[in-house]
């Protein structure tokens, strides 16, 4: 069974330019997360999302931040404009649904703003 | 106030021995659940070990053991015979019944393994 999926592994790009991240969580995983990974921290909720609804996003940046899930299967996060801090580690997870309690992680997007 | 703690920024052990990385966690929901996962260079995050509230035995996979002490609200990670793959970040989280299914990490802790 193939695992979460994300891409670009790596993006390095200039302040204020926009940046994309894809997901492909694993096959009928309902549930998926974005989760942003600091320097040093654990992993912190960006955004969940139930198929194609997102029901929690408190913690997602509206401003410059948004997030789709179209058809309820693969995901996009993106940012616009991108800022220095933003510099980080994005984690996509997905997990089957609200009654299951493990979540599977992809190997993440390493962004790196200059 | 922090939900889980973390308070070992790093630990060494040696090769076959046994290492126990610590975490404490709060809540005030009587329902919960416990996690480790462990994440190497490479940047994914896997799945040790689960442990539910209402569980009345520790959990165990493998050569993975969760001491849970409900009352001093600790969920300490053992890992017995530590082989040079265990090196890596650990992570502590938390599933709330509040947050649904939302997870709530700790810190970590960077284990390295010695020859």
């Known amino acids: 069974e193939a695992g979460v999926v994300q891409s670009p592994r790596y993006k390095i790009i200039e302040k204020k330019q926009p940046v994309a991240f894809w997901c492909n969580p694993i096959s009928g995983h309902n549930t998926l997360y974005w989760y942003l990974q600091n320097l040093g921290q654990g992993p912190e909720l960006l955004i969940r999302?139930?198929?194609?609804?997102?029901?929690?996003d408190s913690q997602l940046p509206k401003d410059r931040f948004s997030a789709e899930r179209l058809k309820g299967v693969d995901s996009t996060l993106k940012i616009q404009p991108a800022e220095l801090g933003d510099s980080a580690v994005y984690l996509c997870?997905?997990?089957?649904?609200?009654?299951?309690?493990?979540?599977?992680f992809g190997p993440g997007t390493r962004l790196t703003v200059t | 106030a922090q939900k889980i703690t973390q308070t070992q920024p790093g630990m060494f052990v040696q090769e076959k021995e046994a290492v126990t990385l610590d975490c404490t966690y709060d809540t005030s929901d009587q329902s919960y659940g416990l996690f480790w996962y462990k994440q190497p260079s490479s940047g994914e995050m896997i799945f040790l070990i689960y442990q539910g509230s209402y569980d009345e035995q520790n959990a165990t996979e493998g050569r993975y053991s969760l001491n849970f002490q409900k009352a001093r609200k600790s969920a300490n990670l053992v890992i017995s015979a530590s082989q040079l793959g265990d090196s890596a970040m650990y992570f502590c989280?938390?599933?709330?019944?509040?947050?649904?299914?939302?997870?709530?990490f700790g810190k970590g802790t960077m284990l390295l393994v010695s020859p």
């Open positions: 997870a997905s997990s089957p649904g609200l009654a299951s309690d493990e979540q599977y």
């Open positions: 989280a938390m599933r709330e019944r509040r947050g649904a299914s939302t997870l709530t």
């Open positions: 999302y139930e198929n194609e609804e997102a029901v929690d």
